[in-house]
C-alpha cells in the first residue's frame, strides 16, 4: 500500500485528469456556441440589420477563447468563456427588448428567449468549474498528472482480453444513464478504476478513482448465461455497483474463486 501522501497524490491527480477533460469538453462547446452566434450574426445583417454586427464580434470571441481552452488550459479563459456567454445572454434579452418596441425583427424569433435562457445557464456552468479547476491545478504533482493522464490513455485504448492484469465489467446503469463500462489497472498495490460511458460503441470517460486493492470485491449470483456472462455485485471502495455482468476469465482476475460459479 502507497504511503497516504502518494494516494493523495495520485487522487487528486485523476480527479485534475477527469477535469481537465471535461474542460477540454468546455472549449469545444465555447467553439460551437462561438459558431452558432457567428451564423446568427451573418443572417442579421444579411437582413440588412447592423445588431448582427455584436453577435459576430462576441461569437469570434467565443470561438477563439475556446481553442485557447482546449490548448493552454488556464483556469482564467474559464472566467472569459463564462463572461463571454453571460455577455451574450444580456445582449439577446436587449434585442427581445428592441423588438418589443418594433424596433428591430429578430433573426430566430420568439426562440430568441430560449437562445438567451441556454447562454445563461451555460455561462453558470461555466463559472462553476473556475474555483474546482484553480483548486486542483494548484493541489496536484505535475509529474503524478503526467503519470495519471498516461495511465488513462492506456487503459481507454487496451484491450483487457488480450492483456494477463487488466480487469473490466459491464455495469446496467438504468435507462437514461445506459451501460457503464469499468476497467481496472493494477498500480502500486492499487487498482485505478475508470468508469466509461457507453455510447453507440465508444467509451466516455466518466470517473476516474484509486481503490485499495483489498476494497475491491466481486460477488456472484451464481448464475450462468448463455453468453457465459456471470452477474454480480462489485465493491470498488465505498462504492457498491449493482447489476454487473462479467465474463469468467475476468471474475477469475478479481475473485479466484468466483469463476468457478459459472462452470
Known sequence: ??????????????????????????????????????????????????????????????????????????????????????????WHCVLIGLAAMGK??????????????????GAYATWKTYSTYKSLRAESDPLTVEQVRGYIEELKGAKPNQSVHLIEFDANAGFIKGTQRYRLMPIEDLFMAVRYKVQLGRLYLEEVAFVPRNEVLLTTEGEKWMSRKMKGTVQLGPATINKVTISPEMAMRLNPAAATVST
Request: some cysteine; charged content about 15%.
Open 1 to 90: 500500500m502507497p504511503s497516504p501522501e502518494r494516494f493523495k497524490q495520485l487522487q487528486v491527480a485523476a480527479a485534475f485528469c477527469l477535469f481537465d477533460k471535461k474542460l477540454s469538453s468546455s472549449g469545444k462547446s465555447s467553439i460551437i456556441w462561438g459558431a452558432l452566434n457567428l451564423l446568427i450574426g451573418a443572417i442579421a445583417l444579411a437582413a440588412m440589420s447592423l445588431w448582427g454586427i455584436v453577435s459576430i464580434v462576441l461569437g469570434l470571441a467565443l470561438v477563439i477563447e475556446g481553442i485557447y481552452e482546449r490548448k493552454v488550459r488556464d483556469p482564467k479563459v474559464i472566467l472569459i468563456s463564462a463572461g463571454t456567454l453571460a455577455g451574450l445572454a444580456l
Open 104 to 121: 428591430l425583427e429578430l433573426a430566430l424569433g420568439g426562440r430568441t428567449l430560449y437562445w438567451a435562457i441556454a447562454q445563461a445557464v
